[in-house]
């Protein structure tokens, strides 16, 4: 609304003093904030979190999961919904996708007749990894050797569908809110003939940085967050987990190796050592925040491959993000509608505020009792 007698642009000067005059602070004031690596904005609004909550509140999880159902075609034993029966595997367990988005064999579209109407081949392969044998077990609850075995499978896959695909993408749906619909601890993983949109732009970003500044843009975020402190979740010798400066969902972290590297199989032993025990801190951290089975869905990206290999890929960092969706709650989470679909996405607390109380929280679970607490105290 204009100022009475005043002109547009004198309103507006009148209306920039006011703001210079007042102290911006973030967990008060509305700002946008740049996300280099992805190349958008995101607005926080952390005074939002004031507001009463009278939406839509999710159901409670189940109490109890079955450790072994034979109707579970991810259970060892079971049988699956193509006729194949699964081994009795008393570890990990990586088998083909029995309803692929992607197959190798996909017919091409042809030329288009227009530049509007563009279609092109997309072919590929996706597997499923089963983390363990036991449906009610959680990467949190597992131990850090059975995380560190997965950590190893990661690589292996990677290493084994990057000699023909540009981009394998490893990623995991935790919990129904996250559209897992089975309960049984697993990812997946995808490899594409394609880049896929967020790694396209991932790549121009960190190439892009490069060129102008002479560093990778992830090394060089990594030192500077190392040197700020205040959105530092856990650090150890070889990882970093933060809640990024850029962060859309609630809780949202990233991974960082603190060496250079391009892509998992290139992880030393000692790192994926490191890892697995980082990983295990963390997701109990997201468990402890709330005392539920927290849900998120997370993924790695690393430099591409296939043809592309033996390209120059110096820029790119290895990194996992970690999207959660809950913000207030076990059963109140952060809805993606709205502003956010239609303008840029929006957030409720400042990543400092997320960091902070992720940082407050124990490393040892929750549901552990007081024998098992002291255990995975000392171990």
């Known amino acids: 609304m204009l100022r009475s007698g005043a002109g547009p642009e004198q309103s507006r000067q009148a209306s920039e003093a006011d703001a210079t005059a007042s102290t911006f602070l973030a967990k008060e004031h509305q700002h946008i904030r740049y996300n280099p690596l992805q190349d958008e904005w995101v607005l926080v609004s952390a005074h939002r979190m004031k507001r009463p909550w009278q939406g839509q509140v999710e159901p409670s999880l189940l109490k109890t999961v079955p450790r072994h159902d034979p109707h579970n075609p991810l259970c060892p ?3 699956r919904a193509n006729g194949e029966v699964n081994p009795h595997y008393d570890g990990t367990f990586l088998f083909d996708n029995d309803f692929p988005a992607l197959q190798p064999d996909a017919p091409n579209p042809g030329p288009s007749d227009h530049p509007l109407f563009q279609a092109e081949a997309a072919r590929g392969v996706c597997k499923v990894l089963c983390f363990h044998p036991w449906s009610d077990m959680t990467l949190p609850l597992m131990s850090v050797p059975e995380i560190r075995t997965v950590v190893d499978v990661w690589a292996s896959v990677t290493e084994e569908l990057s000699a023909q695909y540009p981009w394998v993408q490893i990623f995991e749906n935790k919990g129904a809110m996250m559209g897992c619909s089975n309960p049984h601890p697993h990812c997946q993983v995808w490899a594409s003939s394609f880049l896929p ?5 991932e790549e121009r970003s960190q190439r892009a940085y490069q060129n102008e500044n002479g ?15 205040e959105r530092l979740v856990l650090t150890s010798e070889h990882w970093l987990v933060l809640v990024p400066f850029w962060a859309v969902w609630p809780f949202q972290t990233l991974l960082l190796p603190r060496r250079h590297v391009q892509r998992l199989p290139e992880l030393t032993s000692a790192e994926r050592d490191d890892l697995a025990l980082i990983m295990k801190k963390l997701l109990t951290k997201y468990d402890n925040l709330f005392e539920t089975s927290f849900p998120y869905t997370m993924g790695w990206h690393g430099a591409p491959t296939g043809s592309e290999a033996e390209a120059t890929w110096d820029h790119w960092q290895l990194h996992a993000h970690y999207y959660p969706p809950l913000l207030r709650s076990a059963t ?5 509608v709205g502003y956010e679909m239609l303008a840029q996405a929006q957030r409720d607390l400042t990543p400092e505020q997320a960091a902070e109380r992720l940082r407050a929280l124990p490393e040892v679970h929750y549901s552990l009792g007081p024998k098992d607490r002291e255990t995975a105290a000392t171990s």
């Open 77 to 79: 034993g079971a049988t």
């Open 215 to 229: 560093k990778p843009l992830l090394m060089e975020y990594g030192h500077q967050e190392l040197l700020r402190k």
């Open 197 to 201: 949109d967020i790694a396209q732009r």
């Open 332 to 336: 109140v989470r952060k809805f993606m």
